[in-house]
């Protein structure tokens, strides 16, 4: 099993930037995909963004897209989510999820897909 951390959460003004780091421990985190998910209050956990095992392949939702980067440093067993352009819509808790893969260019994008999360870390955006 692996354990995942959330942070790097916070309140920022709209057009501001934020990263978070979702460190993973237990296990290697390269047999995993890891991804980002938030859930704004009241609504459903939605897809942000994933990334494969090495780094190769990336997949955003269409409402992060050209804001948000994802990326991942193995020897740290660490991944990001770099947050740019902030929008008050962005505004939610955000979760990191991985998924133990043999393949080295998957990407999920449906939270079901995942079998580990974190606890979350909240980004509140103001306008």
């Known amino acids: 099993q692996v354990q995942l951390a959330e942070s790097g959460g916070g309140l920022v003004q709209a057009g501001g930037s934020l990263r978070l780091s979702c460190a993973a421990s237990?296990?290697?985190?390269?047999?995993?995909?890891m991804a980002w998910f938030r859930q704004p209050t009241g609504n459903e956990r939605e897809f942000v963004a994933a990334i494969s095992r090495m780094g190769a392949n990336t997949n955003y939702a269409d409402s992060v897209k050209g804001r948000f980067t994802i990326s991942r440093d193995n020897a740290k067993n660490t991944h990001y989510l770099e947050m740019n352009s902030l929008k008050l819509e962005d505004t939610a808790v955000y979760y990191c999820a991985a998924r133990e893969t043999g393949l080295f260019r998957t990407i999920y994008t449906v939270k079901n897909q995942y079998d580990y999360w974190g606890r979350g870390t909240q980004v509140t955006v103001s306008s």
């Open positions: 237990g296990r290697t985190s390269s047999n995993y995909v």
